[in-house]
């Protein structure tokens, strides 16, 4: 039996004196350098030094809590982050002290790769203690209520006459070749495409961060807009399926960088929003640990990938992104 949920986020800077610790957490190994740091730190003096992920993730695990209570599910829920307060290790402390033996963890992350699954799992062992026994739920890219939550935001857009457009962060193709990562996005924006009932859209990548003689996911946002624009083009909607929620690259990479290349471009960019708490993704979180709890197989649209960090799969590289 298990005690608790542990839901894992990215973690963000709450305040301008946060940004550069924040960052530092985030590169720590990579060589970054420092230059590279103060330029991304300055997106974040744009909003004052605040991303909006804590926020977002406080919302959901809110939302988690009341569905839980709502339904009866016998879990307390915790939450910790990857790379800022509260950090990860800070909470397994808190659960181990109330009395948590078992919990299950959803990464806020849907899809396979290493930083959104992989990474994950590591950090959860590297905070490991003795006497708390912590699973991870596997990406939940495909589940039908994430799904539904998808098409939910789509369709609530009311957009129709528009070229339909998906993003997700890119990733240095040395690691895409070893993960599922392109593969479910590309089956899950076919499904929820053809759900919202548009005959063509595209997929693009965003917020690369590696040297410029590295192959990354492509294309580019921006470059993806300026193409359309020059096929005639004049409307698209974006739509950040990558994101479970806003992080600084949804709010700055596409709100502002993007949408300045549509404007630019004379092309009317619309951006659908992350999933969040949606009804839909609330319902999900439940099923995912009733089906656990229950003994269930998770329900799936595709047969693409069954939770398993096989070895070889998932693989680092040393352009990993920011995410």
């Known amino acids: ?20 610790p924040f960052l530092e957490n985030v590169t720590r190994g990579r060589g970054i350098p420092r230059e590279r740091l103060l330029e991304v730190g300055a997106h974040y003096a744009h909003f004052g030094g605040v991303s909006p992920i804590n926020a977002q993730l406080r919302a959901l695990v809110a939302a988690v809590e009341a569905d839980f209570a709502a339904h009866r599910v016998p879990l307390r829920v915790y939450w910790g982050n ?15 002290a109330d009395g948590v033996t078992r919990a299950l963890a959803l990464a806020t992350s849907a899809f396979g790769s290493y930083s959104g699954c992989r990474q994950y799992r590591e950090d959860l062992e590297r905070a490991a203690i003795d006497g708390l026994a ?18 939910a935001r789509v369709t609530e857009t009311r957009v129709r006459d528009a070229r339909l457009v998906f993003t997700a962060h890119a990733i240095p193709m040395a690691q895409a070749v070893t993960s599922p990562y392109e593969a479910q996005l590309r089956a899950i924006a076919a499904i929820v495409a053809e759900r919202c009932g548009f005959g063509a859209h595209d997929l693009v990548f965003q917020s690369r961060s590696g040297p410029p003689d590295q192959p990354w996911l492509a294309p580019d946002v921006g470059d993806h807009i300026d193409a359309l624009a020059a096929r005639g083009e ?36 619309i951006r659908a929003a992350t999933v969040g708490t949606h009804a839909k993704m609330i319902a999900m979180v439940r099923e995912l640990v009733l089906e656990r709890l229950e003994g269930r197989t998770m329900r799936r649209l595709t047969t693409l990938g069954d939770g398993r960090c096989d070895v070889g799969c998932c693989e680092p590289s040393r352009g990993r992104p920011r995410a």
Do not use: C
């Not at 990857?82 to 181990?96: I, S």
């Not at 912590?134 to 098409?151: Q, R, T, Y």
């Not at 739509?239 to 960088?257: A, I, N």
């Open 134 to 151: 912590i699973e991870k739920l596997p990406p939940f890219f495909d589940h039908p209520s994430f799904v539904d939550a998808l098409v």
């Open 234 to 269: 004049r409307n698209v909607l974006l739509v950040p399926l990558g994101f479970v929620s806003d992080h600084m690259e949804v709010v700055w990479d596409l709100d502002h960088q993007a949408k300045a290349r549509a404007d630019a471009a004379g092309v009317t960019l």
């Open 1 to 20: 039996m298990y005690d608790a949920l542990l839901i894992v986020g990215f973690g963000g800077p709450e305040g301008p004196d946060d940004v550069m």
């Open 82 to 96: 990857r790379n800022w307060r509260p950090m990860l290790a800070d909470t397994m402390r808190t659960m181990k």
